[in-house]
């Protein structure tokens, strides 16, 4: 398990493989506990049918670990709606989830409506553009949280290679916005979550009722904002990571990932001034100008908003 012993001694969180929390041992400790996995999917008609069809077939059909399968559709222009149908999830129309609150936008937004849709005492995110899915995710992830009533959210970690146009895999070249944004204003102001080795990584499961207790950041800034919220809430102690081994996925341009960069920056500054860390004497602007290959320039927006905590909300009927 690579360095995380070590790093659990000097940093935490609790650490451990998919591998310690075999899908049988769950079972016995499942008992009432439903677990949902929730699937946020934005054009992903080529992957999100095999990732249902490998949750269904090993933890629902023989061994019903999992008691939902949902998958969030994110505006697709594609078919991911009928390949995940097809392969046996229920799909959620990202809009049409409290259809009654204004839209937003983006991952944090569809995760948000998949809180809300979905029912599980535990709910499992998995990205649904993986290629390198095993049942081992779910099952890594939720072990802590069946075993150890003190745990209330798991964290996965993994090597992440890079895999270019041509197939090749560069070992620990993914994760760029991770090396590069993430893990330094997470060092710099919040030490506290360093040992996470993939402080962005989609994979990461927790308790529903912790879930509804913190906002959800929208765009690319959902994953940022929940650890740095659910440290606050819930403390390093009851936070965990599992190593699920390696994680592929398809990657996005530098001019995308330079956007999310945007997303998580201005997310990690939101978090600053609500911690009462730094005042702005003005805010931070949220348009960026970016030069494309061709030399024409973009002004893009990376503003991000938030969803409040779900529990806030006062028509709770709205979400079923
Ligand atoms: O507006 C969005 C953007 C992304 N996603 C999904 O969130 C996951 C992670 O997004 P992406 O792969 O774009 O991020 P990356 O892994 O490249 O950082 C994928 O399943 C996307 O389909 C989504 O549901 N809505
Ligand atoms: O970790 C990262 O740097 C980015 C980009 O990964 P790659 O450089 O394309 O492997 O990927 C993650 O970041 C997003 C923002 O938190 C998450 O939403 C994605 O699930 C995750 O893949």
């Known amino acids: 398990m690579r360095a995380l012993s070590r790093v659990q001694e000097w940093y935490g969180p609790h650490s451990s493989t998919a591998a310690e929390w075999p899908v049988d041992a769950l079972m016995l400790a499942k008992g009432t506990t439903t677990v949902s996995v929730v699937l946020p999917a934005r054009d992903e008609e080529s992957t999100v049918g095999d990732i249902v069809t490998v949750i269904r077939r090993d933890l629902v059909e023989r061994t019903p670990l999992v008691d939902e399968i949902l998958v969030v559709d994110s505006n697709s222009t594609d078919a991911t709606a009928e390949r995940a149908r097809e392969a046996g ?68 970690t993994y090597e992440r290679p890079y895999i270019g146009a041509d197939g090749v895999a560069q070992q620990g070249g993914g994760g760029r916005v991770t090396e590069l944004v993430a893990r330094p204003l997470i060092n710099l102001f919040w030490p506290e979550l360093a040992g996470f080795a993939q402080p ?121």
């Open 200 to 320: 962005l990584g989609g994979e990461y499961a927790a308790r529903r009722a912790v879930l509804e207790q913190v906002p959800f950041v929208t765009e690319y800034g959902v994953e940022f904002g929940l650890l740095v919220d659910l440290l606050q809430l819930v403390g390093l102690d009851a936070m965990a990571q599992v190593d699920l081994g390696r994680r592929t996925h398809s990657h996005q341009s530098m001019a995308a990932l330079g956007r999310m960069a945007g997303q998580i920056m201005l997310t990690a500054w939101s978090r600053l001034e609500r911690q009462g860390r730094v005042m702005a004497s003005e805010p931070p602007a949220h348009m960026m100008l970016q030069f494309g290959l061709d030399g024409d320039a973009d002004l893009v927006d990376v503003a991000v908003a938030e969803r409040p905590p779900l529990a806030s909300l006062v028509l709770k009927e709205d979400v079923a």
């Open 89 to 156: 999830a229920r799909v959620v129309a990202q809009n049409e989830v409290l259809a009654n609150l204004p839209e937003l936008t983006g991952k944090g937004e569809a995760l948000w409506k998949g809180l809300a849709a979905s029912r599980g005492d535990i709910v499992v995110f998995v990205d649904a553009d993986l290629r390198s899915f095993g049942a081992h995710y779910i099952s890594g992830l939720v072990g802590p949280l069946l075993v150890d009533a003190d745990t209330h959210f798991v964290k996965a």
